[in-house]
């Protein structure tokens, strides 16, 4: 045992762990996939060509090992192209790191949120269908440029409008990118995932969530048919019935400070400042006790 000890290096236990983080890094995409069972059979495949080449390295068979030596390169290459979709979403998780956030974060105003949700609650009381996007730290550039450009202003008018039949736009979704909207009518992936098929979700719905588990962008969506508010994000929907609870959840989703928790701040400052201003007033200004009253 200690003959083993004297062979291992600093860098043999280095290379060892960076294996391990690779392994550890496809078994996370994997276990995390929409396509577990293909990802599985692929895995499986790749681990049984390893072994063969073990064998063959072992014993000493020099075809076999020079055919698999050749073609490593081109089974990884394949495995690339057939799973890009996988390693896609598993390169766009870094984006949730904070010094990623950082550097992409985006403009999103109270007054905007507020607009937006102000929207959506008008068109869930008239069951007007309606897919809002809004971009948070990944970018729907790609998404944006299937539909119509608009960058315009974000009004309420507008919103209600472009998702009003028969408005040519209302079948897509709008994409918001700081205070404006970016574009209209555009198309959106529909989600894979098993957990959502069989329930009573129709095209917008499956589209928003479809487009929450590809990026991190918070979706806004009215159904047609019960006029509920559903928030898609990360993969899970949450439906709402206040437009208050909306818009929180959207502010919490944002990073930005619930409007209604400053206000009450503002509230108990100034209650703060009221009452030291009177401690001071009376303390300036003694009441004597003694003194009689005027008449």
């Known amino acids: 045992m200690s003959e083993i000890y004297n ?24 276990a995390r996939s929409s396509s577990v069972t293909a990802l599985r059979g692929a895995m499986g495949l790749l681990l049984g060509m390893v072994l063969i080449f073990a064998f063959a390295r072992f ?15 081109s089974i990884v290459l394949v495995f690339v192209v057939v799973f890009q979709v996988e390693i896609r979403k598993a390169i766009m998780n870094l984006g949730q790191y904070w010094f990623v956030r950082q550097l992409l974060q985006r403009t999103n105003t109270k007054e905007t949120i507020q607009i937006i949700c102000e ?12 897919l809002v996007c809004i971009e948070h730290h990944d970018s729907l550039a790609p998404y944006a440029r299937s539909g119509v450009l608009v960058n315009g202003e974000i009004t309420g ?12 736009l209302h079948d897509g979704a709008i994409i918001i990118k700081g205070d404006k909207i970016r574009a209209a009518s555009c198309l959106l992936p529909y989600s894979q995932s098993e957990r959502f098929k069989g329930k009573d979700y129709g095209t917008r719905h499956m589209a928003a969530i479809g487009m929450s588990e590809e990026l991190d962008a918070i979706v806004l969506v009215v159904s047609e048919e019960t006029g509920r508010m559903s928030i898609c994000h990360l993969g899970e929907i949450r439906t709402f019935n206040t437009e208050d609870d909306l818009e929180t959840e959207v502010l919490r989703l944002l990073n930005m400070p619930d409007s209604e928790a400053s206000t009450d701040e503002s509230h108990e400052s100034a209650l703060d400042d009221s009452a030291t201003a009177a401690i001071v007033n009376a303390l300036e200004n003694p009441v004597n006790s003694d003194k009689p009253e005027e008449q």
Do not use: H, Q
Request: aromatic share 18%; net charge negative; hydrophobic share 55%.
């Open 59 to 73: 014993f000493n068979l020099v075809t076999l090992s020079l055919l698999f030596s050749s073609f490593w390169f």
């Open 119 to 130: 929207s959506i609650y008008d068109m869930s009381r008239t069951k007007t269908g309606a």
């Open 157 to 168: 008018e507008l919103i209600r409008t472009i998702f009003t039949p028969p408005s040519p």
């Open 7 to 30: 062979f291992i290096e600093l860098t043999d236990v280095m290379d060892i762990f960076c294996v391990a983080c690779i392994a550890y890094a496809i078994l996370w995409v994997v």
